[in-house]
């Protein structure tokens, strides 16, 4: 089997570059791992998200936001190509405050970023009584909200099965099932999955999520990556109840309201914990009070897949060039980059995007 | 908080016994049920309606009163109504009961939840009007609610008894249609050295037949193409017999084709699962006294594989045994002496289980149903999405959760994961062994954002 | 008034007023709610909020949640209740979201 690019790891990051090489007439071969697999991209809360992205880092802030504003368009070219829809909505999202000291700290910074950015950064800050036009049933606790209006939210698994859909449609092939375990070049890279199966490709793009951490070493990159809890819940599906989304919970487009998410340092552990589920009730109902009488239907954990300063990763490797790792913490929001943006990195033309303070080389060698 | 020996969730014949037996050794037990009375499904409500309808029912019925007397007698804690919605190691165990949400913990658990009656989807089967037959058994047993122009379909000793205590309740059914077929029986018959063994349930499987036949409900047997008519509610069941079709007209159909285990808590504990090919669903992996690969967990009743409600009170009292001893309440002699009996009276009650499971076998087309046919009743999802998704590369069902949202919704699988295993299974050509079952996490079932917050302590030692 | 119900009672017990959807019915006290409402006539329960088909009690035993009503805001299964005296019961999602402020 060859291709122009082998494709390890068929989460959501996997497969927007997948789809972007794709549409490129590349010959690309996806390679994913099983049904127990671990998959931030089944278990995320599905925002397109710019705010509080790249506080320290006005590059990443841009690079969200160059993503958030070229998605619409993405969603609707599946949505086209694969006739069911990628539901997305992004008419702003809240960072709500239950203090208005934390309310006035986070402007600071972002008065800071925005003179970073131009002053390209539509934010507006609503105090309790603002917030509750927009948002009737918000709660008294809540003094305020950050309103960011290049927010939204999506549905993550429909992104996910439309590209799944598509990359097909488009002709790349997709193995399931398989784990790679090593990969070589002696001329072209050779891929070695635990079956036997060997895949031959000119090119190879490393975005296993967790697997990374793992096979990275073995292409020459450091891949300094770890898995951060969150726990995440959903109600029953309810009539409207939320417009905006936020941090702590939205309400997805089948009528569900979704609770997120703890942040937990517990290795590779994807476990729901009573606690972790009842202090994320108490901060949704804090914020919601409505939500004290909705029913919990389902709970889950999932991990996130994080580098150490919680920013993307893009390194071509130096001891095996033609080898790409491609790694972020928010690969919903970065769907429509990665599909877009990124394949000219990949293939080094004049339109590729500048991506020099995401390599590897910013991670001091440990 | 109160620390238990063990903690024991159903009430039913397994955990009653088993609750009663470990109490008798001096371990400290909680029982947990989320019905509001003792009996568990096949005992339902027994100390309220024995009297009433004891006759209609039957001795097999009214025998609860045993258990549930054991029970009362023992002074086990029994807390009633309280529905268990996580189980974590350790164990910790939350519940809501009348509205609140608790918590108690224990070194062991039992795990008697019992079965859930297998899946059948046929086209039509989500109208109103249409039930399983246990949930027609349920109206008649604890309410004495009975279907007036009712069609029993399917298969299985159940089906059978459903239909005698519909005919002693004064109204039986208007039909029993009937999916086994002669070949069936005629395989069945080389299992009959072990049903020998258990002659007691052939004797009463033929008196039950014999009720029906005499009260002249028409029997169509080998039925095919089985389908619901209605369009806001269930009109008729249509067939084909014998290469003819037929239509019964009436207004409640009863599906039954076996029971299968209820495995909800024992995934969620990540206890090993293996495919049960006889019976045709996954079981949990045990030994010989219900013990899991999970430390301090056992598994009893028909939650541990089908085996009825005598099995299950046996193997209730088994795994109570192997915890008294695991306690130190009992030396391990005393352990093997007390369960020696109950170890062969098992055995000899589960010899008539590969008979019936041959001789009422599920109805195949129900297993891997048509493209067009809901499977997920929650979130509406059919058998074609299904192969769709099977198409789009998902090995497994926890893949399909995210491509399509089946087992998504408040049942969390109960009546759709063998249905996705199945089809994901034929699509993929792989064993359902291979293909797996859905991941099940907490909540077992939903509870109110509002009882989950009251939970919420600020302590810093929470779980990790 | 009371529907045809295609349930049968065999014994009479005391009854007591429970509303269903702005219908008062009179059901008998301690009864199972599901079997109460089915032999009361109700033949619809809810609607899903997929597609909006109509749907009643399926398992009688806390599994299907196709027996789901609305009380007190609470969505809960009706399997699962007792009637009690005076139970005001709704179709779910049909009511507004309601804040609760206690
Ligand atoms: C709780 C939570 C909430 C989140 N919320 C958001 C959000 O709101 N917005 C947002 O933008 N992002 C969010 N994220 C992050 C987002 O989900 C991830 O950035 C994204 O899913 C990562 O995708 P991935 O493809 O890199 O990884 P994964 O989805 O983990 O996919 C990796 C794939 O690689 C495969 N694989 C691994 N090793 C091998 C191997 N050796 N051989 C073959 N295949 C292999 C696996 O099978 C897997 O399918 C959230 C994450 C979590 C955990
Ligand atoms: C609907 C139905 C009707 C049946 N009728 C008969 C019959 O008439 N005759 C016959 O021989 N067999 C019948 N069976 C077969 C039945 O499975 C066994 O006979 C027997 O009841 C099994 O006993 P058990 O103790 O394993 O479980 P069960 O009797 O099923 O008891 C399990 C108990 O666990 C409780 N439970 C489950 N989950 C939770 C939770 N999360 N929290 C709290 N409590 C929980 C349930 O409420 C239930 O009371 C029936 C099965 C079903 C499903
Ligand atoms: S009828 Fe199935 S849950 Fe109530």
Redesign the interface.
């Known amino acids: 089997m060859e291709a122009d690019y082998a494709i390890i790891g068929?989460g959501v990051v996997g497969l927007s570059v997948a789809w972007g090489l794709l549409k490129r007439g590349k010959r690309v071969i996806v390679i994913?791992g099983?049904?127990?697999a671990f998959?931030a991209?089944?278990g995320n809360f599905g925002l397109v998200w710019v705010q509080s992205k790249g506080m320290n880092q006005p590059r990443y802030a841009r690079w969200s936001q160059q993503s958030a504003a070229i998605w619409a368009e993405f969603a609707e070219e599946l949505g086209d190509n694969t006739g069911h829809a990628v539901p997305l909505e992004q008419k702003g999202g809240y960072d709500l405050h239950f203090s208005e000291e934390t309310l006035q700290e986070t402007v600071e910074k972002y008065e800071t970023l925005k003179a970073q950015l131009d002053g390209d950064y539509p934010y507006e800050v609503l105090g309790h009584n603002a917030l509750r036009k927009e948002e009737p049933h918000i709660g008294p606790k809540v003094v305020g909200a950050i309103l960011h209006h290049q927010d939204g939210h999506a549905n993550p698994?429909r992104l996910?099965?439309a590209l799944?859909?598509d990359v097909?449609r488009m002709g790349g092939t997709?193995l399931?099932?398989k784990t790679v375990t090593d990969v070589t070049k002696p001329d072209g890279f050779h891929i070695q999955c635990s079956d036997g199966t060997v895949i031959g490709a000119a090119k190879v793009v490393l975005s296993a999520g967790l697997g990374a951490a793992e096979l990275g070493p073995k292409l020459g990159f450091k891949a300094p990556i770890r898995p951060q809890r969150g726990q995440v819940?959903i109600?029953?599906k309810l009539p409207k109840l939320i417009n905006r989304p936020s941090l702590i919970a939205r309400q997805v487009d089948?009528g569900g309201i979704q609770?997120g998410a703890t942040n937990?340092e517990?290795g590779l552990?994807d476990?729901?914990?009573?606690?972790?589920?009842?202090?994320l009730?108490?901060e949704?109902?804090a914020a919601y009070p409505a939500?004290?009488?909705?029913?919990?239907?389902?709970?889950?954990?999932a991990l996130r897949v994080l580098s150490p300063d919680g920013l993307p990763i893009y390194q071509e490797s130096p001891q095996m060039p033609g080898a790409f790792l491609v790694t972020c913490h928010s690969g919903i929001t970065l769907a429509a980059a990665h599909a877009r943006l990124l394949p000219d990195w990949m293939e080094r033309t004049d339109a590729a995007p500048d991506l020099e303070v995401f390599s590897e080389t910013r991670f001091a060698i440990s | 908080m109160q620390q238990n020996d063990l903690i024991v969730i159903g009430a039913g014949p397994a955990g009653m016994a088993a609750a009663t037996e470990a109490t008798s050794h001096g371990l400290t037990v909680t029982l947990l049920d989320?019905?509001?009375r003792a009996g568990g499904?096949i005992y339902r409500d027994v100390d309220r309606v024995a009297d009433?309808?004891g006759d209609i029912l039957g001795k097999d019925f009214t025998y609860g009163r045993t258990l549930t007397g054991g029970l009362r007698a023992s002074g086990t804690t029994h807390l009633t109504g309280a529905?268990v919605w996580?189980i974590?190691d350790g164990f910790?165990v939350?519940f809501t009961k009348d509205g609140r949400a608790a918590?108690i913990t224990g070194s062991h658990i039992l795990l008697a939840t019992g079965a859930?009656?297998r899946p059948m989807p046929v086209p039509g089967w989500?109208?109103?009007?249409?039930?399983?037959a246990?949930?027609g058994q349920?109206?008649?047993k604890?309410?004495?609610?009975?279907?007036?122009?009712a069609v029993l379909v399917g298969s299985g000793p159940l089906l059978y008894l459903i239909a005698a205590q519909m005919v002693r309740?004064g109204?039986p059914p208007m039909a029993l249609v009937e999916t086994q077929t002669r070949g069936d029986m005629a395989r069945a018959m080389r299992d009959i050295g072990g049903a020998m063994r258990g002659w007691p349930y052939l004797v009463k499987g033929v008196r039950m037949l014999a009720t029906i036949i005499r009260a002249r409900v028409p029997r169509y047997v080998g039925a095919t193409d089985i389908a619901i008519e209605g369009r806001?509610?269930a009109e008729a069941v249509t067939f084909n017999v014998a290469g003819r079709a037929k239509r019964i007209a009436c207004?409640?159909v009863l599906l039954h084709h076996g029971v299968v285990p209820?495995t909800q808590a024992a995934r969620s504990l990540d206890v090993p699962h293996r495919w049960d090919d006889g019976q045709q669903c996954f079981v949990p992996e045990l030994d010989t006294w219900g013990g899991t690969g999970v430390d301090g967990l056992f598994i009893a009743g028909d939650g541990a594989g089908i085996g009825g409600a005598k099995v299950a009170e046996m193997a209730g009292r088994i795994a109570a045994i192997r915890i008294a001893e695991a306690v130190g309440r009992l030396t391990v002699q005393q352990r093997d002496a007390r369960a020696a009996p109950l170890l062969r009276s098992r055995a000899s009650d589960n010899a008539i289980r590969p008979f019936l499971d041959k001789a009422y076998p599920a109805y195949q087309p129900a297993l891997t149903p048509e493209d067009a046919t809901i499977v997920c009743?929650?979130?509406?999802v059919t058998a074609g999405d299904i192969r769709r998704?099977a198409g789009?590369?998902?090995?497994?069902?926890?893949?399909t959760?995210?491509?399509?949202?089946p087992g998504?919704?408040?049942?969390?699988g109960?009546?759709c994961g063998l249905t996705v295993t199945a089809l994901l299974a034929e699509a993929n050509a792989q064993t359902p062994e291979q293909?797996?079952y859905y991941?099940i996490?907490?909540?077992l079932?939903?509870?109110?954002?509002?009882e989950?917050?009251?939970?919420?302590?600020p302590e810093p030692d929470?779980?990790? | 008034m009371k529907p045809a119900s295609?349930?049968?009672?065999?014994?009479g017990n005391p009854k007591v007023p429970v509303t269903f959807d702005g219908d008062v019915f009179e059901l008998p006290l301690g009864?199972?709610l599901a079997?109460?409402l089915?032999?009361a006539g109700v033949?619809?329960?809810r609607h899903?909020p997929?597609?909006g088909?109509?749907?009643?009690?399926?398992?009688?035993?806390?599994?299907?949640?196709?027996c789901?009503v609305e009380i007190d805001g609470?969505v809960r299964q009706a399997c699962?209740l007792?009637v009690t005296q005076g139970l005001c019961v709704s179709r779910p999602g049909t009511g507004e979201a309601t804040d609760?402020t206690e």
Do not use: H
Not at chain 1, 271 to 279: D, E, K
Not at chain 3, 6 to 11: A, I, K, R, S
């Open positions: 068929g994913d099983d049904d127990g998959r991209s089944r698994l996910l099965t799944a859909d097909r997709v399931n099932g819940l109600t029953e089948e609770i937990e517990v552990n476990r729901v914990t009573q606690p972790g589920l009842s202090g009730a108490a949704a109902i939500l004290a009488r909705a029913q919990l239907v389902r709970s889950w954990g | 989320e019905q509001p499904q009433k309808r529905m996580s974590e910790r939350s918590q859930l009656e989500t109208l109103p009007g249409v039930m399983t246990g949930a349920i109206l008649l604890q309410s004495g609610v009975l279907a007036r122009r309740a109204t806001a509610q207004d409640t209820n009743r929650c979130e509406e998704y789009l590369g998902c090995l497994g069902p926890n893949q959760k995210a491509f399509g949202r998504m919704g408040p049942c969390q109960r009546y293909t797996g991941r996490r907490p909540p079932k939903p509870v109110t954002l509002g989950l917050a009251m939970m919420d302590t929470a779980a990790e | 295609p349930f049968l009672e065999l014994e009864a199972n079997a109460a089915l032999a033949q619809v329960f899903t997929v597609s088909a109509p749907r009643a009690p399926f398992c009688m035993m806390g599994a299907c949640f196709d789901l609470v699962m007792e609760a």
